[in-house]
């Protein structure tokens, strides 16, 4: 097991690298002056080279990936070139937001999809099945910024139980946040509980058609039995590395919804950032993007170990 | 208990299973009757699709829910048809066992042997887990299971098949059932396995003194391994008797196809093997009359009108056909021409 984990880790650790050479390579290398950028076409030269120095731009370009790389392992990742203010800080203070963010919404996720979709597959066939099931096909040809503001006009605008935008942030309790994150949360939960749902069900349905579902039934275990004693763990690995997906997604991907209920968040930051030109907080919100997705991928991988003895073996 | 000792373990009686398959409704099994004592061995021979599964199943009552079943199959005295899932689990497992045809895939790959072995003594006699293990420990050993004490903690995947199938049987007989199902136990193994697990099969039948039904598509399996046998023909039974007087006179055209399309050690090489000419029936589409007329060498008219009557040929010899005067007669030759 402990062999199986440091592989992963040796694994993760050669990924991050790979990512922060490309991302290091993309933005910063590639033609194209970030100092004249940031002070327009219409900049003297002088202020330009001299900016150009002030960034460091001026050193070799391996220089200033280890500078970089160096800071990130130290947490010290520079100045924002537009705020003025470090990176860090700026990164921080989004990630109070995204992260609490995604995990609500994935626990919603969950909640609803393993219901759904353990439900639908138990009843296969049958009335409940098929109604579930269209639901779920609603959930996912809805867009997740239209359900948004439906759940506004409802929650907000009519009953006024939650507020329709902003973030209370966490200094006034953590009640506060939690309520002014539910409906976003909700909206990003819908469409990925619909698609979880349909995968958790057909992954038990597969493992229900299994020889060893009938010879736990030989045993005398009765079908409910069965279904959480034998069923449900063979079914969960097509099941996380969908989850897995969907909680790399939840970090980086919600800006939508961010921007429909203008909340602060890593998204936000990204895109006004890249209307900022400030290359040195998108560098380095790309990467940290890249390492939160690695990151999740390893925690899924650990996980499937954990579930199905057969992995660690394999693996040793 | 007393009215135990008169009663045939298991007494089925014209039993019909009507499945529903892809192709419409089939009657994959009618008017099978058989009944079988304590510590009697029968064996069910017949190609795949004849019907011997889905009798195995439908005494465990683990057919489809979308199957229809009629007819009486008794427990003891006690009837099955019908019986709700919940008091059929009191009987899986306990009194009626089953060990199936793929090892491979019959164990769950993320549960411990031990585990799975336990299971039913857990489910079944409420013992302690501790007492579970100790059993299971037992079984395993005397399943012919290497080093139990320490491989009952092994995952199914860290053994091979005639291992797997080892530990299946340990499963099955958990319990100590009074009647155990083997349906083609060994068809998935390598040849060298194969009677070796049957010899465990036996000793275990006979040192436990439980009933057997062994299923089967090898007349040599079945040849050696059981009392009695049943030979089935598209959800029918075609021929029934002691296995050695079976073997002796078979009466029924399609046994003696059967017999002769097994492969036979010395024959020349080059020599091809026999076949029964035709296509076994589907079910969803069975011939009227006789199942085997589309296929028998002797088929006269009469054969299609109706589904012919079990003959009586010999001590406890029965067979369905109507033509047993031409078939017993002339068996050799009967279905070469």
């Known amino acids: 097991m402990s062999v199986f984990v440091l592989r992963r880790l040796l694994t993760l650790l050669a990924t991050l690298v790979g990512a922060s050479l490309i991302i290091f390579l993309v933005l910063d290398a590639l033609p194209g002056n970030a100092a004249q950028m940031l002070m327009g076409a219409d900049a003297s030269a002088d202020a330009v080279r001299a900016l150009t120095v002030k960034l460091g731009l001026d050193q070799p370009l391996a220089v200033r990936y280890l500078h970089w790389t160096k800071g990130l392992l130290v947490g010290d990742l520079g100045n924002s070139y537009a705020y003025g203010t470090p990176v860090a800080g700026l990164i921080a203070e989004r990630l109070m937001l995204t992260i609490p963010l995604a995990i609500m919404a994935m626990t919603i996720t969950v909640t609803l999809a393993l219901s759904a979709g353990i439900y639908t597959a138990a009843n296969h066939n049958k009335l409940g099945d098929v109604g579930v099931m269209s639901l779920t096909q609603v959930g996912i040809a809805l867009p997740n910024f239209w359900f948004a503001i439906l759940l506004v006009l409802l929650f907000s605008v009519r009953l006024q139980w939650l507020s329709a935008g902003g973030f209370a942030g966490w200094d006034d309790g953590i009640w506060l946040g939690v309520k002014s994150l539910l409906l976003p949360a909700i909206s990003l939960a819908v469409v990925q509980a619909a698609i979880l749902a349909r995968v958790t069900r057909s992954a038990v349905l597969e493992v229900l058609r299994e020889d060893f579902v009938r010879t736990a039934r030989a045993k005398g275990l009765g079908k409910r039995e069965v279904l959480w004693s034998h069923v449900l763990r063979n079914a969960m690995i097509p099941v996380m590395t969908v989850m897995g997906l969907q909680f790399a997604n939840l970090l980086a991907g919600t800006i939508v919804i961010e921007n429909v209920f203008y909340l602060p968040g890593l998204g936000r930051l990204i895109f006004q950032s890249i209307a900022n030109r400030d290359l040195i907080v998108v560098r380095n919100c790309v990467m940290l993007l890249a390492a939160m997705v690695v990151i999740v991928n390893f925690v899924v991988d650990v996980l499937y170990a954990f579930i199905d003895p057969r992995i660690k073996v394999h693996d040793l | ?337």
């Open chain 2, 1 to 337: 208990m007393g009215a135990r000792s008169n009663m045939p373990l298991i007494e089925v009686s014209d039993l019909g299973v009507r499945l529903n398959t892809g192709r419409g409704p089939a009657q994959a099994v009618r008017g099978v009757s058989f009944s079988l004592e304590r510590g009697e061995t029968l064996g069910l021979v017949g190609e795949s699709g004849c019907g011997k599964s889905v009798t195995a199943l439908s005494l465990m009552g683990l057919l489809p829910d979308s199957a229809a079943v009629t007819g009486s199959i008794k427990l003891d005295g006690e009837e099955l048809v019908g019986l709700s899932d919940a008091d059929y689990c009191r009987l899986r497992g306990n009194r009626i066992s089953m060990i199936f045809q793929e090892p491979m895939t019959a164990l769950n790959p993320m549960h411990t042997i031990g585990h799975q072995v336990a299971e039913p003594l857990r489910r079944h006699k409420k013992v302690s887990a501790a007492q579970a293990r100790k059993e299971a420990i037992a079984l395993l050993d005397r399943v012919g299971l290497p080093d139990p004490a320490r491989r009952v903690d092994a995952y199914p995947h860290q053994f091979s098949g005639g291992q797997r199938q080892r530990i299946t049987i340990a499963m099955a007989l958990a319990c100590e059932p009074d009647l155990l199902i083997a349906d083609e136990p060994t068809t998935a193994l390598d040849v060298t396995i194969q009677g070796q697990i049957l010899d465990l099969i036996a000793d275990l039948v006979e040192e436990r003194g439980m009933s057997m039904i062994l299923i089967s598509h090898d007349l040599g399996v079945i040849a050696e391994n059981v009392q009695r046998m049943m030979v089935m023909y598209g959800g029918t039974v075609v021929e029934s008797g002691p296995t050695d007087e079976v073997f002796r006179r078979m009466g029924h055209p399609y046994t003696q196809g059967l017999f002769r399309a097994r492969p036979k050690l010395g024959a020349r090489k080059g020599t091809r093997l026999k076949t029964i000419s035709g296509t076994v029936p589907e079910l969803a589409d069975l011939p009227s009359g006789c199942t085997f007329s589309d296929r028998c060498p002797l088929v006269i008219d009469r054969c299609r009108a109706a589904l012919p009557p079990m003959v009586d040929v010999g001590p406890g010899h029965l067979v369905r056909c109507i033509r047993t005067d031409m078939s017993m007669a002339e068996r050799v030759g009967a279905l070469t021409a």
